[in-house]
């Protein structure tokens, strides 16, 4: 742009030393420059015709010329296009000028030649009318000179009709269509809102037999008579075996003895845990066979009553390793004051293993013990796919900043994260 206006000025300053208005120049020639070639030809028309020996304004005027010429003939307004371009050949008949008046006289012709096939088929049409007439002049009685301007009329009408470009019909859209519209989305908007609250009525129905369900399941299993008399059984032979002596070369054979009965009276079973909905108030129930709760209940017997004697560890034995989740997570509280390395590796497996129990009972223990080598232990558990791990896993890590073990800053930003989202 700065170019472009430098340019104008040194050509306005050649046109005062050429005796033309720099004015009138520096107008057309910038119009020029921009492709303003209408505004741009009065004035190099002006220049041209009060300094016709000046060469730069005959060039000037007539390159103009040749531009208007050229953007008629784009424009399909071939008359002005030739007009144009026959003054830019009186000033300079260039090969340009000449090839561009012959380009427009050629499609000049072909466009007259258009027109007059299309109004041929009127013309010998007329011609045929016109014969007819004559035909029937003869046999007829001599028309009137009124007639004869009537009948003239009437042909130019049907010219005139033949000619007239046919419109294209309008399709009207009542008003009707945009309201039956609107009242169809209502509708649907409607239909939506039911649906949805009916699903939304279902889901907490669902949840509420699902919560009644389970508390009769708790209730029948606390009150089975014959949990409690196994139970029962269980405290009297815990209280024979606390009365064994504690002869170093005896307590291999009483510790067989003794685990032989307990496996005796608590057999293995299938694990029977129950996972409750997300929404609802508690985790899950573990261990809903009698069983199971038997094998649990003997391990916190087993630990309260052998909690001094050193085959506590050996009564623990079969239970660290056990299928049940409730059982194996009560040994492996039991058996971290005397074996810390061992419950340790025990308490990993559990948090990496396939079974969502197995890692929601890892995450309780570890909220039991609370010390520092349960924060590596739980990290992990705070991404658990499953909703009952990660929320254990923060309980155990609310455990440990109470008794005053540091989290790690991801730690802590993780956990916030998770009650926000989840509660």
């Known amino acids: 742009m700065i170019f472009r206006k430098i340019f104008i000025l040194l050509i306005a300053a050649g046109a005062c030393f050429a005796e033309m208005d720099p004015k009138i120049f520096g107008s057309a020639f910038e119009n020029y420059l921009t492709g303003n070639y209408a505004q741009a030809l009065p004035d190099a028309k002006k220049l041209y015709e009060t300094n016709r020996g000046d060469e730069k304004a005959c060039d000037l005027y007539h390159k103009t010329l040749v531009k208007m010429a050229l953007e008629n003939e784009e424009k399909e307004t071939y008359k002005e296009a030739l007009g144009f371009i026959q003054d830019a050949e009186k000033i300079k008949p260039t090969d340009e000028v000449k090839e561009i008046k012959q380009r427009i006289l050629s499609k000049m012709k072909g466009l007259a030649k258009k027109e007059q096939e299309k109004a041929s088929p009127v013309k010998k049409k007329i011609k045929k009318n016109v014969e007819k007439k004559s035909e029937n002049k003869k046999d007829a009685p001599q028309e009137k000179p009124e007639d004869h301007v009537k009948e003239k009329e009437a042909e130019k009408d049907k010219i005139t009709e033949v000619r007239k470009p046919e419109v294209p019909a309008q399709m009207h859209y009542?008003?009707?269509?945009?309201?039956?519209?609107?009242?169809?989305?209502?509708?649907l908007i409607f239909l939506m809102y039911f649906v949805a609250t009916a699903f939304s009525g279902k889901k907490e129905k669902k949840l509420i037999d699902e919560e009644r369900r389970i508390s009769q399941i708790v209730q029948?299993?606390?009150?089975?008579s014959e949990y409690q008399a196994l139970l029962a059984?269980?405290?009297?032979?815990?209280?024979?075996?606390?009365?064994l002596p504690e002869e170093t070369s005896m307590m291999k054979m009483q510790n067989a003895e003794v685990i032989r009965l307990i496996e005796r009276l608590t057999k293995r079973a299938a694990p029977g845990n129950i996972e409750l909905p997300q929404d609802?108030?508690?985790?899950?129930?573990?261990?809903?066979?009698?069983?199971?709760?038997?094998?649990?209940?003997?391990?916190?017997?087993?630990?309260e009553m052998f909690k001094d004697s050193p085959i506590l560890e050996d009564l623990l034995a079969p239970y660290i390793n056990d299928e049940n989740n409730r059982v194996r997570g009560n040994a492996c509280k039991a058996l971290f004051p005397r074996n810390r390395k061992r419950a340790i590796e025990v308490l990993n497996e559990m948090a990496s293993s396939d079974n969502v129990w197995m890692r929601m009972s890892a995450a309780w223990v570890c909220g039991e013990l609370a010390t520092s080598e349960c924060v590596k232990i739980l990290k992990p558990l705070i991404n658990d796919t499953s909703f009952h791990v990660r929320k254990r896993a923060v309980f155990s890590f609310d455990k440990l900043k109470e008794v005053g073990i540091e989290l790690p800053a991801e730690v802590e930003e993780k956990i916030y994260e998770?009650?926000?989202k989840e509660g």
């Open 174 to 187: 009542p008003t009707s269509i945009f309201i039956l519209l609107f009242f169809n989305l209502l509708g």
């Open 418 to 420: 998770l009650k926000e």
């Open 233 to 243: 059984n269980q405290k009297e032979m815990m209280a024979e075996i606390a009365k």
């Open 220 to 224: 029948t299993l606390g009150n089975k």
């Open 280 to 303: 609802s108030a508690r985790a899950g129930i573990a261990g809903v066979d009698d069983t199971a709760r038997i094998r649990a209940d003997t391990v916190e017997l087993i630990t």
